[in-house]
Nanobody, 124 residues
Framework: QLQLVESGGGSVQAGDSLRLSCVASGRYFGNYALAWFRRPPGMGRSMITTISGSGEDTWYGSLVKGRFTTSRDNAQKTVYLQMNNLKPEDTAVYYC?????????????????WGQGTRVTVSA
């Protein structure tokens, strides 16, 4: 099991950038695929990006592809989400999550280690 703590959220203007961080505690961090999910106001939580245990492979959902980049530093047990050209529709609580197993192609329901979330608000 990993314990995950996100940080870096805040209130920004459309077109701005933010970088979220998620620090893990626990063993075998490199054996976990990591993902970022988000929950917009009044909506369900959806997976937006994943990264493999090695960091070599990533997946992005269509709503964020080309604007968001995920990366990880296994030595620091940290995963990042760089968000560029933010839009009001990116407003949400952002969560990092981990699933045991290094593949970045694990389905969303395999992610069973969750952070508490960090709120991002983008104003027009």
């Amino acid at each position: 099991q990993l314990q995950l703590v996100e940080s870096g959220g805040g209130s920004v203007q459309a077109g701005d950038s933010l970088r979220l961080s998620c620090v893990a505690s626990g063993r075998y961090f490199g054996n976990y695929a990591l993902a970022w999910f988000r929950r917009p106001p009044g909506m369900g939580r959806s997976m937006i990006t994943t990264i493999s245990g090695s960091g070599e492979d990533t997946w992005y959902g269509s709503l964020v592809k080309g604007r968001f980049t995920t990366s990880r530093d296994n030595a620091q047990k940290t995963v990042y989400l760089q968000m560029n050209n933010l839009k009001p529709e990116d407003t949400a609580v952002y969560y990092c999550a981990a699933a045991y197993g290094s593949s970045h192609l694990q389905p969303a329901n395999e992610y069973d280690n969750w952070g508490q979330g960090t709120r991002v608000t983008v104003s027009a």
